[in-house]
């Protein structure tokens, strides 16, 4: 995801300080990967450097002064264009899964142990999300649905895979 373009999106409502942005993304997106403040400060002056937002007022601080930042209409034109563009479906044509298996057979060690750790671990994880589903609000149970679902795919082809180790092991060892 992009960080700027989520902050230009943010600051379409209103202009922010740094620290109401990373309070405000964290609130929305970053539920298990929170930003840093010098990733907030270090994306805003890329922002700031490519006129894509400007410094709206600054205040005293006890610290440093507090600088408000607003979006400009560059920046408006800019995330409506990001927001227009689909995103690019990621298919996992060579998945780190895979190459598990494969080198599994290929060494002489047990595909199926390998698929059924992998399928304890995915196994874990969804009922994670899906407590955390049932605990969230829509946003959350949103994002959780999403990484379920990915999770639900996966599994799908843990379980193929397993059915087909003994031809794909013949494959492998021609």
């Known amino acids: 995801m992009s960080i700027g ?10 202009p922010r300080h740094g620290y109401d942005l990373k309070r405000a993304y964290d609130e929305r997106f970053g539920h298990t990967r929170p930003l840093h403040y010098g990733q907030v400060y270090s994306t805003l002056s890329r922002l700031l450097r490519s006129g894509l937002v400007e410094v709206d007022s600054v205040e005293p601080g006890e610290g440093p002064e507090r600088k408000r930042y607003a979006i400009t209409e560059a920046g408006v034109t ?6 227009s563009q ?9 998945s780190v899964l895979y190459t598990k298996v ?7 060690r047990s595909a199926a142990d390998l698929l059924d750790t992998q399928r304890a671990e995915h196994l874990r994880l ?7 589903k049932t605990h969230g609000d829509l946003a959350e149970q949103l994002i959780c649905d999403h990484a379920l679902f990915h999770l639900e795919a996966d599994l799908r082809w843990l379980e ?4 087909r180790l003994d031809d794909l092991a013949k494959e492998i060892h021609g």
């Open 126 to 132: 969804m009922r994670e999300l899906t407590r955390r």
């Open 78 to 83: 800019d995330v409506q264009r990001w927001l």
């Open 86 to 94: 689909p995103e690019k479906p990621e298919p996992y044509l060579q």
């Open 5 to 14: 373009h989520t902050f230009l999106g943010l600051l379409e409502s209103s």
């Open 102 to 108: 494969v080198l599994a057979l290929q060494t002489g």
């Open 160 to 163: 193929l895979t397993a059915a």
